[in-house]
Every structure is written in structure tokens, then in C-alpha cells.
């Protein structure tokens, strides 16, 4: 379940990049739509996280991003019809449908410990906030 999340933030991230109305070819990348532009700066980004990740030695992470980029890659990132808010929403859903029939195996593999140490990582910051919080509670005079 929570792949599929990711799956659908990177997808609704590449995404965004349509909500705003244009058809014409922007300067600096003649003929690239903002989607592929988005793509392009997110394997930019995936590859610079890679990189950290395996200079600090964080095999978890470095399992993940290679499979991200093949992920964002794989993504339609040509021509996208948004003409406003309505078809916007619509390409949403579409990309959200397209999610919910599966995460790629490779996806699944590459990510999913990541996913689980995060989930970790969240719930021992839960706990202890919950017990900071707490200590707080025995030290305000009632």
C-alpha cells in the first residue's frame, strides 16, 4: 500500500507540471513538454539523492532511487492536453488508476525496504515525542 503512495506522489509530481495551461515549447528545451521537463529535473534530482546516499553509505536508499528513476522514466511525458483545472483533475485520475492496477516488481524490490525503514523511522519518532510529551505532563504543576 504504501509503494502505491509513492508510486502515485511520483506520478502526480511529474503531473503538476500540467496544471498550468501551455502547449508551446518552452526556450530552454525546444520541444519538451513541462511534464518532460518535470521528469528530467526529478532523475536530476533521484540521481543527486543516489549519489548521497551512497556516499554516506545508506544501502537502503541506494536500492530505492535507481528503481524511482526507471520509474519516472517509464512515465508518458509527452504532449499533455490541460487545458485547465477539469482536464488537470482528469489526467490525475487517470495517472491514479493507472497506479492502483500495480506497482512495477521492480518498483516493489528497489523500494520497499526503504518504505519499511521510513515506517521505522516515523514511528520511533512518534514514540518518542509521545514520551517527551509525557515527561511535560509530569512536570507542569496541576
Known sequence: MHLKA????AMLALLAACAAP???PTADAPGATPLAQLADFA???LEA??????AHGDEIAHACYPALI?????APTGQQTVLGAFSAFQKTRDL???V?????????LGCAPLVADIKGDAAALVGTLAALVGRAGMLVPK
Open 100 to 108: 492502483r492496477r500495480g506497482v512495477p516488481d521492480y518498483l516493489v
Open 70 to 74: 526507471r520509474f519516472v522514466q517509464a
Open 96 to 98: 491514479a488508476k493507472g
Open 22 to 24: 501551455t502547449t508551446s
Open 49 to 54: 539523492a543516489d549519489a548521497d546516499a551512497q
Open 43 to 45: 532523475v536530476s534530482d
Open 6 to 9: 509513492l508510486a502515485a506522489g
